[in-house]
């Protein structure tokens, strides 16, 4: 899985992307929201540490997801 930071302008926020090993997207929301769901891209529990990944991730580089 990827994870991808795209940068929002004017009143359009950040948002995350999570694409598959085929860079399909699978999910797309907004960064400065509270992380839910997760359970459905098998990432329970990990709420944590996906929001000090997002905290540091740079904008537009796509990056494996290793958590």
Do not use: C, H, S, W
């Not at 992380?35 to 329970?44: A, I």
Request: aromatic letters at 10%; zero cysteines; a positive charge.
């Amino acid at each position: 899985m990827y994870i991808l930071k795209v940068k929002g302008k004017a009143k359009i926020p950040d948002y995350i992307q999570l694409r598959d090993e085929k860079f399909v997207l699978i999910a797309y929301f907004r960064a400065d929201r509270p992380l839910k769901n997760l359970e459905k891209y098998g990432l329970e529990g990990k709420e944590e540490a996906m929001r000090k990944l997002i905290d540091e991730l740079p904008f537009g580089k796509l990056q494996p997801l290793t958590i």
